[in-house]
């Protein structure tokens, strides 16, 4: 197990085995802004650069995040001055085409930005009392990284356009029933079941699981006959896997459900 964090950076990075936790910790609500932002895409990086083969995204502290920091709107840049960091477009690219699960445990509120970030994983769960909403509306805004049209995927156009333009905190129960976040769990329970899951994928066909998320997003983003179009070219790399000879022998010889991958 390494952690590779400085004391002060707004997210820790971990490696355990073949698993990356990164940790929010910008003090005191994991406020979205430049740093927190990039210390994101950093870990993800590093994670697959190390080997890792799935990240599991967390928070350190009361709240996964309560939003955006309100300096990403106001910030004075009329000197020329750009604020360090990624773009929203920069980061959700980067963080859709990482080409490892990403799994999102939300436990207190996860709000706006925060929602945003989540949306981006390839898994959520949650802590059975956390409050979750695009609540950008009472300050005049919609959600500004993507969450609009990320809930329409999840749950379809009427449902998002009810989170954006109420601005409701919701339960994590209601959207799990609408099929915005995978799975609820109480809240002593959510550190271990999220490291369960995180983990499960991390033992998993790397390769494959790489191509089902990129086959995925071309679907999302560009329909299925894309997706069509394109499967063959994704797949190649599975065909050609250790994990995939690995499974078939494993498979005629034990059975289903009995392979140990290398993610190779």
Same mark, same amino acid.
């Given at each position: 197990?390494? +952690?590779?964090?400085?004391?002060?950076?707004?997210?820790?990075?971990?490696?355990?085995?073949?698993?990356?936790?990164?940790?929010?910790?910008?003090?005191?609500?994991?406020?979205?802004?430049?740093?927190?932002?990039?210390?994101?895409? +950093?870990?993800?990086?590093?994670?697959?650069?190390?080997?890792?083969?799935?990240?599991?995204?967390?928070?350190?502290?009361?709240?996964?995040?309560?939003?955006?920091?309100?300096?990403?709107?106001?910030? +004075?840049?009329?000197?020329?001055?750009?604020?360090?960091?990624?773009?929203?477009?920069?980061?959700?690219?980067?963080?859709?085409?990482?080409?490892?699960?990403?799994?999102?445990?939300?436990?207190?509120?996860?709000?706006?930005?925060?929602?945003?970030?989540?949306?981006?994983?390839?898994?959520?769960?949650?802590?059975?009392?956390?409050?979750?909403?695009?609540?950008?509306?009472?300050?005049?805004?919609?959600?500004?990284?993507?969450?609009?049209?990320?809930?329409?995927?999840?749950?379809?156009?009427?449902?998002?356009?009810?989170?954006?333009?109420?601005?409701?905190?919701?339960?994590?129960?209601?959207?799990?029933?609408?099929?915005?976040?995978? @799975?609820?769990?109480?809240?002593?329970?959510?550190?271990?079941?999220?490291?369960?899951?995180?983990?499960?994928?991390?033992?998993?066909?790397?390769? @494959?699981?790489?191509?089902?998320?990129?086959?995925?997003?071309?679907?999302?983003?560009?329909?299925?006959?894309?997706?069509?179009?394109?499967?063959?070219?994704?797949?190649?790399?599975?065909?050609?896997?250790?994990?995939?000879?690995?499974?078939?022998?494993?498979?005629?010889?034990?059975?289903?459900?009995?392979?140990?991958? @290398?993610?190779?």
């Amino acid at each position: 197990m390494t +952690d590779t964090a400085e004391p002060n950076t707004p997210v820790r990075s971990e490696v355990r085995g073949a698993l990356s936790l990164l940790t929010l910790a910008r003090p005191p609500h994991n406020l979205v802004e430049h740093s927190l932002l990039q210390g994101i895409l +950093d870990g993800l990086n590093e994670a697959v650069e190390s080997g890792c083969r799935a990240v599991l995204i967390k928070s350190g502290l009361r709240n996964f995040s309560a939003g955006a920091d309100l300096a990403l709107f106001t910030q +004075d840049t009329t000197d020329g001055d750009q604020p360090s960091g990624p773009t929203v477009i920069e980061f959700l690219d980067a963080v859709e085409s990482t080409p490892l699960p990403i799994v999102c445990a939300i436990h207190g509120a996860c709000l706006g930005g925060g929602l945003e970030i989540a949306l981006a994983a390839d898994y959520i769960i949650a802590a059975r009392s956390s409050k979750i909403g695009s609540v950008e509306v009472t300050l005049g805004l919609h959600p500004i990284m993507g969450g609009v049209q990320r809930q329409v995927e999840r749950v379809g156009l009427v449902r998002a356009k009810e989170m954006s333009m109420l601005g409701r905190r919701y339960d994590a129960e209601t959207l799990e029933s609408w099929g915005l976040i995978n @799975a609820v769990v109480d809240d002593d329970k959510l550190e271990a079941a999220a490291l369960s899951i995180a983990e499960e994928l991390a033992n998993g066909p790397t390769i @494959a699981n790489a191509a089902t998320k990129a086959l995925a997003r071309v679907a999302a983003n560009e329909g299925v006959k894309a997706a069509d179009d394109v499967m063959g070219r994704l797949q190649g790399p599975v065909w050609n896997s250790e994990d995939l000879r690995t499974g078939l022998n494993s498979f005629m010889k034990r059975g289903p459900g009995q392979t140990r991958f @290398a993610g190779r």
